[in-house]
């Protein structure tokens, strides 16, 4: 009884010594060499992408080559007193082209309307008919100009016609389903915690970063349009005065030889007016063009800001999705070298 009651003494002895000798050696410390790895963990910087550049071709106008000829040809009648076959043919096409009533309308056209076409308003009805159909004429057309609208990113700009929420990714402190049972696991968090709010600020240097580039684009943008509508107004009025100056000279030269030309006089007159008026209303058409495109300009740099700062944001919202999983990974490995596995 006694040798019974002394081994189970010893054997409970023996079992509390175990006991005691491995809860001794449960470490007190994470991993020393994990959590060097853990601290070197970082969102990897983003090279900051630019706006894609926005291409754009400037406007330009055509004087009429036939236009200048057949108003060099007036300019001799007077003198010479003959009329050139070039003036003939002019003259018939008016006549072949329009009624009786359109070719007296255009004229008559009074100084008054010619000037308020210049000042960049609107055709009157009967004479915006008149030069409509002129212009889908094929021999009338010839006397009128050739034109290119502006385009912006390969569209044209025809005169007579917000900012994007960048995408954020679902994100995770890496601690969900840690347990604080002891100091080791708990100085695992801590040191996890610390990578991670590391994480988090670089992130916030990043973002600011793209913000900052996004701001300085968007920045420059109001005064890129200010400049461009401001030379607008004196290319037309320089276009302008040199059209009227040509025109006047060929009523004139007209007005000289009327009594040589004949019946032709009011188709020559006519044909005036309509090379005259086509030229305006091709220029009114064009500088309107001109000053949209200065905003369309700015609507396309905005797009392409908004555009290059979804791409950095997406960027670094990758970049630090990947930091953080290698966070996360390495937090297995942190609390299993917290844990005895002897």
Do not use: W
Request: net charge negative; charged share 15%.
């Amino acid at each position: 009884m006694k040798k019974s009651t002394f081994s189970l003494f010893v054997f409970g002895l023996a079992l509390t010594l175990l006991m005691y000798n491995c809860k001794k050696s449960d470490p007190l410390e994470p991993d020393a060499d994990l959590v060097e790895d853990l601290n070197k963990i970082e969102v990897a910087p983003v090279t900051i992408v630019a706006p894609t550049p926005v291409t754009s071709t400037p406007s330009s106008v055509t004087a009429s080559a036939k236009t200048a000829e057949v108003a060099n040809a007036i300019g001799s009648i007077a003198t010479s007193g003959v009329v050139p076959a070039s003036v003939k043919t002019s003259a018939a096409e008016v006549s072949g082209a329009l009624s009786p009533t359109e070719v007296s309308a255009m004229a008559t056209v009074t100084p008054a309307t010619l000037a308020a076409v210049a000042s960049g308003g609107a055709l009157p009805t009967n004479l915006k008919a008149v030069l409509d159909k002129a212009a889908g004429n094929t021999a009338l057309k010839a006397y009128l100009p050739s034109f290119t609208l502006p385009a912006v990113n390969g569209q044209a700009v025809n005169g007579r016609s917000g900012a994007s929420v960048p995408e954020t990714i679902a994100q995770t402190d890496g601690l969900d389903g840690l347990a604080v049972s002891d100091e080791c696991i708990a100085k695992a968090e801590e040191a996890l915690k610390t990578v991670i709010a590391k994480l988090d600020a670089t992130k916030a240097g990043e973002m600011a970063k793209v913000e900052q580039a996004y701001q300085t684009v968007i920045a420059a943008l109001a005064g890129n349009e200010a400049t461009c509508t401001a030379g607008i107004p004196a290319k037309y009025t320089a276009l302008r005065t040199a059209a009227q100056a040509i025109f006047d000279k060929t009523n004139t030269d007209l007005d000289a030889a009327q009594a040589v030309l004949g019946a032709d006089y009011a188709l020559l007159k006519a044909l005036n007016s309509i090379s005259y008026l086509g030229y305006l209303s091709t220029l009114n058409t064009l500088q309107s063009a001109d000053v949209k495109a200065c905003s369309s300009l700015t609507t396309a740099a905005t797009a392409a800001a908004q555009a290059a700062r979804t791409t950095n944001t997406a960027a670094v919202n990758a970049a630090y999705s990947k930091a953080l999983g290698e966070a996360n990974a390495a937090k297995a490995e942190l609390l299993q070298s917290c844990h005895n596995q002897g």
